[in-house]
C-alpha cells in the first residue's frame, strides 16, 4: 500500500508541476507583455493552456487529451507564422490539426476499461530506420525552409520532421512516440528561448516534462497489458 501511495504522490507531483509551469509563465507574460490584446499573445496563451492539458492527458493514456490539441494545433500554428517560424506553422495547420481528430477515433476504438489507451511497443530496428529516415527528411526541409527565408532552418526542420513522426507514432499509440517528443520539445525550448515568447516557452517546458513523465507512464501500460495477458491465458 505504501509503494502505491508514493507512486500516486509522484504522479500528482508531476502534474502539480507542469500546472505551476504553465499558470507562472502565464502570469509572467500578463504582467510583462506590452500589449495583452495582440493576437500573437492571445494565440500564445491559448496554446500554453490547451498544450498542458494535453500534454497531462496524452502522458496519462487519455483520449481526451486529442480534444485539446485540435486547440493546440491552430493556435500553436498562429504563433509560428507571426514569429516566422514557417515549417513548424504550416506542420501544426496542415497535419497536427486533422491527425488529431485522427488520434480521437482511433485511440476510442483501442481504450482499456479505465479509458485508457491500449499502448504497443515499437522493435529496436524499426526505431533505428524511422530515425535515421526522419533525419534526411529534415535535411530535406531544411532545403526548403532556407529558400522561403524561414528562421533557424536546422533547429525548425528538426523539429517539424521529428514532430510528425512523433504525433504519428502517438496516434497508433506507440511507447517510443516519447523519444521523438523529447527531441522535439528540448528543439522547440531553444527556439522559443531566442523567440522571447513567454507563454510558448512555458508551454514547451510543460511539453518536455510531459514526455520524459509519459515515457515512463506508457511503460506501466504496456507492462499492465503483459499482465492481462498472462491472466487470459
Known amino acids: 500500500m505504501r509503494g502505491r501511495d508514493l507512486k500516486k504522490k509522484q504522479i500528482n507531483f508531476v502534474d502539480a508541476?507542469?500546472?505551476?509551469?504553465?499558470?507562472?509563465?502565464?502570469?509572467?507574460s500578463l504582467i510583462t507583455e506590452p500589449n495583452i490584446f495582440s493576437w500573437n499573445f492571445l494565440m500564445s496563451s491559448?496554446?500554453?493552456?490547451?498544450?498542458?492539458?494535453?500534454?497531462?492527458?496524452s502522458a496519462k493514456g487519455f483520449r481526451a487529451g486529442y480534444i485539446f490539441l485540435i486547440i493546440n494545433a491552430l493556435t500553436?500554428?498562429?504563433?509560428a507564422y507571426i514569429n516566422n517560424l514557417l515549417g513548424n506553422a504550416a506542420v501544426n495547420l496542415f497535419y497536427f490539426l486533422p491527425t488529431a481528430f485522427l488520434g480521437l477515433y482511433l485511440w476510442g476504438k483501442n481504450e482499456r476499461k479505465d479509458?485508457?489507451?491500449?499502448?504497443?511497443?515499437?522493435?529496436?530496428?524499426?526505431?533505428i530506420v524511422i530515425f535515421l529516415v526522419s533525419?534526411?527528411?529534415?535535411?530535406?526541409?531544411?532545403?526548403?525552409?532556407?529558400?522561403?527565408?524561414?528562421?533557424?532552418?536546422?533547429?525548425?526542420?528538426?523539429?517539424?520532421?521529428?514532430?510528425i513522426v512523433a504525433n504519428l507514432l502517438a496516434v497508433f499509440r506507440f511507447r517510443e512516440q516519447?523519444?521523438?517528443?523529447?527531441?522535439?520539445?528540448?528543439?522547440?525550448?531553444?527556439?522559443?528561448?531566442?523567440?522571447?515568447?513567454?507563454?510558448?516557452?512555458?508551454l514547451r517546458i510543460v511539453y518536455t516534462v510531459s514526455a520524459v513523465y509519459g515515457f515512463l507512464n506508457w511503460r506501466k501500460l504496456l507492462i499492465g497489458k503483459s499482465a492481462r495477458k498472462v491472466k487470459k491465458a
Open 115 to 127: 479509458k485508457k489507451v491500449i499502448a504497443k511497443k515499437m522493435s529496436a530496428s524499426w526505431l
Open 135 to 163: 533525419g534526411f527528411l529534415s535535411w530535406i526541409v531544411k532545403m526548403i525552409v532556407e529558400k522561403f527565408g524561414g528562421s533557424m532552418a536546422v533547429f525548425d526542420s528538426v523539429a517539424t520532421i521529428f514532430g
Open 178 to 202: 516519447w523519444v521523438f517528443w523529447i527531441i522535439v520539445d528540448v528543439i522547440l525550448l531553444y527556439i522559443w528561448i531566442g523567440a522571447g515568447d513567454l507563454c510558448m516557452l512555458a
Open 46 to 57: 491559448l496554446a500554453l493552456l490547451s498544450g498542458t492539458f494535453y500534454a497531462v492527458l
Open 17 to 28: 508541476l507542469i500546472v505551476l509551469v504553465a499558470f507562472f509563465g502565464l502570469a509572467y
Open 76 to 79: 500553436c500554428a498562429g504563433t
